[in-house]
């Protein structure tokens, strides 16, 4: 598996959040959703099987939940993530970090996933108009 895979690979726990719900309205997601998902405390954990990636998210939400999805590097997938909300999401890789473009009825964005300062960072740019821009940082767990 890649390099940029592989510096992800573990568990993290949620640090900082910057603009989030702006880019969850952007996606398309509902007021409730966004306001459920506001203040929601998560994980995350990666892991890599041969060339299987699994990205398992822990919430705290309703007495805590799970999603997980198990993808490969350049194959679209749907992901279902809170309620009925569903993106055609695609992962690359470009410079060392990996990418996730996602795809709703209302809008496109960008995730760039990195481990920046032995921190995971996911850098989203949504196109809607105006394009919206959030950051999450996560530090391992």
């Given at each position: ?38 203040d ?73 996933i ?10 989203g ?17």
């Amino acid at each position: 598996m890649s390099a940029a895979a592989n510096a992800i690979v573990g568990k993290w726990k949620l640090e900082s959040n910057e603009n989030t719900p702006a880019f969850m309205v952007a996606m398309g997601m509902n007021e409730e959703m966004m306001t459920m998902l506001k203040d929601t405390k998560m994980e995350y954990e990666y892991s890599v099987n041969g060339d299987e990636i699994t990205h398992v998210v822990q919430l705290d939400v309703g007495g805590g939940r799970t999603i997980t999805h198990t993808f490969k590097i350049g194959e679209e997938f749907s992901e279902q993530a809170v309620g009925s909300f569903v993106t055609k999401v695609k992962y690359s890789e470009e410079g060392g970090k990996l990418i996730r473009t996602a795809v709703s009825d209302k809008a496109s964005c960008r995730v760039t996933i990195e481990v920046k300062d032995g921190k995971l960072v996911e850098t989203g740019v949504c196109d809607s108009s105006p394009p919206v821009t959030s950051v999450r940082t996560f530090v391992k767990a």
